[in-house]
């Protein structure tokens, strides 16, 4: 009897690009707030079972602050018979779901440090949906370098 191994998504890391805050006055609570979270997959030129979802987070409290927070998870798609179906669940809902947490905690250690600007944020749990954009960028591939550590 011949055993396939089940496809299954591998974990790589997660890095941040980039940080802009610009602090405006200390933080009114009574401020509008605005939050935006956007994540595009990338897929290298030299790797079929590769890809990176750039996720960004943009929030702004009217007449307070604004923060624009850009990171990067890296991910294998390893297993036989990976069809369409599976890689796009893993590039379009498990991948962003798994880095999502990681630039949720670094957003909130962040802010908690940053004195009287803002107070901790802690943004709410967001659920990805729908096919990502692609993101194209002939720099993209000199940031995000690949490790695919074979088990």
């Known amino acids: 009897m011949e055993v396939k191994k089940q496809p299954r998504l591998g974990f790589l ?3 941040i690009l980039r940080v802009d ?3 405006i006055a ?3 609570d009574d401020a509008e707030t605005e939050m935006s979270v956007t ?3 990338f897929y290298p030129e030299n790797s079929e079972a590769n890809f990176s979802i750039l996720m960004n987070v943009e929030i702004s409290f009217e007449e307070s602050f604004n923060l624009s927070v850009q990171g990067v998870g890296n991910f294998v798609v390893r ?3 990976i069809d369409s179906e599976i890689r796009g669940g ?3 809902a498990n991948a962003p779901a798994i880095i999502f947490p990681y630039m949720r905690a670094f957003i ?3 802010t908690a440090n940053c004195g009287k600007s803002t107070s901790l944020l ?3 749990t967001q659920f990805f949906k729908g096919d990502l954009e692609e993101y194209i960028s002939p720099n993209i591939q000199k940031q995000i370098p690949f490790e695919d550590e074979e088990e």
Request: glycine share 8%; hydrophobic share 40%; net charge negative.
């Open 13 to 15: 890391g997660f890095d």
């Open 21 to 23: 805050f610009k602090s």
């Open 26 to 28: 200390p933080l009114n």
């Open 39 to 41: 994540a595009k997959v």
């Open 79 to 81: 297993g036989e018979e």
């Open 90 to 92: 893993f590039v379009n």
């Open 108 to 110: 909130a250690t962040l």
């Open 122 to 124: 802690t943004i709410p």
